[in-house]
């Protein structure tokens, strides 16, 4: 009964503050999509050398955008990738076709490989094909490999913000205090927070898992039931660690300082850059971070396709953090009263 | 066992600094005690040991002879503290329908409930309106409304008339009179003698210390001032 009473609160707060409402869902669907339109802009002219090359696949080839230029037999792919500004080198070798990518740029990687795959398809159907990179590899894809891991950062870095402060507001403008001087317990008041705000961030998780997938068209193989599931837990753990934090900060701009020190190492964790590359000294924090899972998650089932069988560990751990979180705020508050 | 409502006998400090020094009060039923001091001198942290939001360094209060804290009393107290403490972005309703659930008022009562205590301090045609858009006085009278509105018997309250003008507080403390006749225990911090005067007995609190109590006419007797304020004077305060 007194949780309801602190979910409807929260609720109607809510909607009588639509500027938060606005931050919550207009903003990361703004960052998303100019990042999109930045990662997946126009093709860039590409320039590709062709070494011994039948005439009908420089034919299918030499397309708008596409510079097809022919190059001496003798010469070796490698250098000319490195001296001159060949985007990749076409050769053929006995019957088989090779390609040589620059490779540092997924985006145009994949393109080339796709221009020349769909040429050689109608034409040497037969033609064995062997892809090489200069640099980089055929694993690195751009927007639809991090989006990802934006979609769940976003959610998480403004539902903790949000969460936190509205706790700490309680705390500053002393409405904690009249909340306990009644008989409210201190588990109907964090549970309260958890629902309530549990609700909105469903709404939010939604429209902006939704606007990813169908409007900036984010790679998307798997369920969307799934997708918001994990968007969902990971929009838990991050109101709860948000209250939690809450009781660490004296005002709202302290709460902001918690962002480079808490938000920002997540995002370089969750998949940003590849853990590997990461220094054996940082790396170990990773699987420490709530993101660090969501967005594995999230990559499983957007990127990869793959169900509940691939991702109930990530939400098994993500729905620990939330748990062991909310414990340890109904332990920060005996600091306000011991019962 | 005593028939006093509450019975506390404390010391608090914050840190090294003693901010109450072995303070023994009894309250009964149907009084209104009133606590005066000067600036700093305990009267907020006393009246937070009293309904339970903070525990003494040393000692206890006792309610109904159970030791506080204690959510089964702290259903029976009516507090309002020294700041406003409401949500800004709500309306006054809105507040006072979360407050009411939180203290258990029935469903069936709450309209009526509110309807009373908004009546009681005279904003009962500002209800819809958002409490950031309430004046300083305005704002005062909602946090007392939320103190009174599920019926405590116990009301503890922190300056309550602060910043509300003198035919409104005549009003309010009409109201607190005829609650202490219904047997309701009100305990009030003031800095303002008119309301002093108008207490059923006074607490002197001076650097943490209750340093004199008793009815308005026994601390002026005690001191032979002819007024409260002289009576506070002599005290050093
Ligand atoms: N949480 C706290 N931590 C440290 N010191 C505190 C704390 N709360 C109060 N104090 C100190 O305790 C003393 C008494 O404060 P209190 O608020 O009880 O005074 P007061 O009598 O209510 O004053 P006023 O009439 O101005 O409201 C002050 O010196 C104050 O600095
Ligand atoms: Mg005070």
């Known amino acids: ?339 | 066992m005593t028939t006093n409502l509450i019975e506390a006998h404390v010391s608090k400090r914050f840190g090294k600094k003693t901010v109450l020094k072995d303070v023994a009060i009894s309250l009964n039923k149907g009084e209104i005690f009133g606590l005066l001091g000067p600036s700093g001198s305990g009267k907020t942290t006393l009246v937070k040991l009293l309904c339970g939001i903070d525990e003494p360094s040393e000692g206890e209060v006792t309610v109904l002879n159970q030791k506080m804290p204690d959510l089964a009393l702290i259903k029976r107290i009516g507090y309002m503290a020294q700041a406003d403490a409401l949500y800004h972005e709500l309306t006054a309703k809105e507040n006072l329908a979360f407050f009411a659930s939180i203290n258990g008022v029935k469903r069936t009562k709450r309209k009526e409930r509110i309807q009373h205590v908004m009546k009681l301090v005279d904003l009962e045609d500002d209800l819809n309106k958002r409490v950031e858009a309430f004046s300083g006085g305005m704002k005062r009278r909602l946090s007392l409304a939320i103190a009174l509105l599920h019926e405590p018997e116990i009301l503890v309250l922190d300056e309550p008339t602060v910043g509300i003008d003198p035919a409104l507080r005549n009003k309010i403390w009409e109201t607190f009179e005829t609650l202490r006749e219904s047997g309701v225990l009100i305990v009030v911090t003031t800095h303002v003698m008119d309301e002093a005067e108008r207490c059923s007995r006074l607490g002197m609190v001076r650097d943490g210390q209750l340093i004199a109590s008793g009815t308005p006419d026994e601390l002026k007797q005690e001191t032979g001032a002819s007024t409260i304020e002289h009576a506070f004077l002599s005290y050093g305060g």
């Not at chain 1, 990662?39 to 034919?59: K, M």
């Not at chain 1, 205090?177 to 309530?196: D, N």
């Not at chain 1, 691939?310 to 620990?320: A, K, Q, R, Y």
């Open chain 1, 1 to 339: 009964m007194r949780v309801l009473a602190v979910v409807i609160r929260i609720l109607k707060q809510f909607l009588h503050d639509k500027r938060t409402i606005a931050l919550m869902i207009v903003a990361p669907i703004i960052v998303l999509t100019m990042l999109s339109l930045v990662f997946n802009g126009e093709e860039l002219e590409v320039e590709i050398g062709v070494i011994d090359a039948p005439t009908s696949v420089i034919d299918m080839i030499d397309q708008e955008n596409v510079s097809v230029i022919k190059l001496d037999s003798d010469i070796n792919p490698e250098d000319r990738i490195k001296e001159e500004n060949y985007d990749a080198i076409l050769s053929f070798e006995e019957g088989k076709m090779n390609i040589l990518l620059e490779g540092s740029d997924p985006s145009l990687s994949n393109g080339i490989i796709n221009t020349i795959k769909q040429s050689s398809n109608t034409d040497t159907k037969s033609t064995p094909l062997s892809i090489e990179y200069l640099y980089g590899s055929q694993d690195m894809t751009t927007f639809d490999h991090f989006g990802p891991v934006l979609v769940g950062f976003f959610i998480f870095f403004f539902v903790f913000l949000i969460a936190g402060v509205s706790f700490l507001r309680e705390r500053t403008q002393g409405t904690l205090e009249r909340l306990l001087a009644s008989p409210i317990k201190r588990s109907e008041l964090v549970m309260g927070y958890v629902i309530g705000f549990g609700l909105f961030t469903t709404i939010q998780s939604s429209i902006i898992a939704l606007y990813s997938i169908y409007v900036i068209d984010l790679k998307m193989e798997g369920s969307f039931m799934y997708v918001l599931l994990i968007t969902v837990m990971l929009a838990l753990s991050a109101l709860t660690l948000g209250i939690l934090l809450s009781a660490f900060a004296k005002n709202e701009l302290q709460m902001i300082q918690f962002i480079p020190l808490v938000i920002v190492p997540q995002f370089f964790f969750a998949g940003l850059f590849n853990l590997e590359t990461i220094s054996d000294y940082l790396s170990w924090l990773g699987p420490l971070t709530p993101l660090y899972y969501g967005a594995d998650a999230l990559r499983d089932v957007m990127i990869r396709g793959q169900g509940f069988s691939e991702i109930w560990v990530d939400l098994l751990v993500l729905g620990g953090f939330s748990f062991v979180f909310i414990v340890m705020n109904v332990f920060a508050l005996k600091k306000h009263r011991r019962i």
